[in-house]
């Protein structure tokens, strides 16, 4: 696994459907060593704080796997680091094998997998295609959220490697990226699986919520 590309980006208004619009979906692509704090990247931002960035969606990962099935899916060129809002590109992390709770040292920091991503309209937009955030979806090649739980610096090259918490005295259940995706959005009665989402201690507590609503509402209905 491997840090391919640091990306950054500020808010900027932008036309879109006959409105100006603020966003900081589009990334460029950094040099050098970069720090990263508990909110994220050095040089980086978000523009709607109430969904966009905390510390449970410091930086954001997409793998280049993705980019390589978007190219010959969407029959496009022109997908380059940072084009899908991506803090990290990265290799070898695609939504089936990397789990919500699994903790990466990445040059110094020490970050943890929280949530996929839930795409807006800004993504839309960058990718020029009303149509895309439902393919998106459909594929569940969504990308990651890391929360950053020991601050430092990273730099495009650098090696990824799992962290093994040793210090865990109970087993964590394990549910993938791509399993969590398809749970929420696509495979709504599975309540078993919801139980096993809810126990996950890391996953973002916007993601457990529609979960833990899953489980009340069945528990009303009995």
Excluded at 32 to 47: W, Y
Excluded at 141 to 150: D, K, M, N, T
Aim: contains cysteine; glycine residues 8%.
């Amino acid at each position: 696994m491997r840090l391919l590309s640091l990306n950054v980006g500020l808010p900027r208004d932008v036309r879109y459907l006959e409105e100006t619009i603020s966003t900081a979906i589009f990334k460029e692509p950094v040099e050098g060593r970069v720090s990263v704090g508990s909110l994220g990247l050095e040089g980086d931002g978000q523009a709607d704080l109430t969904v966009h960035g905390g510390r449970d969606k410091a930086l954001y990962a997409y793998s280049i796997e993705n980019y390589e099935f978007w190219r010959r899916e969407l029959g496009r060129d022109d997908l380059d680091p940072g084009q899908f809002g991506e803090n990290l590109t990265v290799s070898g992390m695609t939504e089936d094998v990397v789990s919500i709770g699994e903790r990466f040292r990445i040059g110094t920091a020490l970050v943890e997998v929280t949530q996929p991503r839930s795409p807006c309209f800004k993504l839309a937009l960058k990718m020029n295609s009303t149509t895309f955030n439902k393919q998106f979806l459909a594929t569940c090649r969504v990308g990651f959220y890391l929360r950053v739980l020991e601050e430092g610096e990273m730099g495009a090259g650098d090696t990824i490697n799992r962290v093994e918490r040793s210090k865990e005295k109970m087993p964590q259940e394990k549910m993938t990226v791509a399993e969590i995706c398809d749970l929420l959005y696509h495979d709504r009665k599975n309540l078993v699986d919801a139980r096993r989402a809810v126990s996950i201690k890391a996953l973002a507590a916007s993601w457990r919520k529609p979960f833990e609503q899953r489980l009340e509402k069945l528990a009303n209905d009995v």
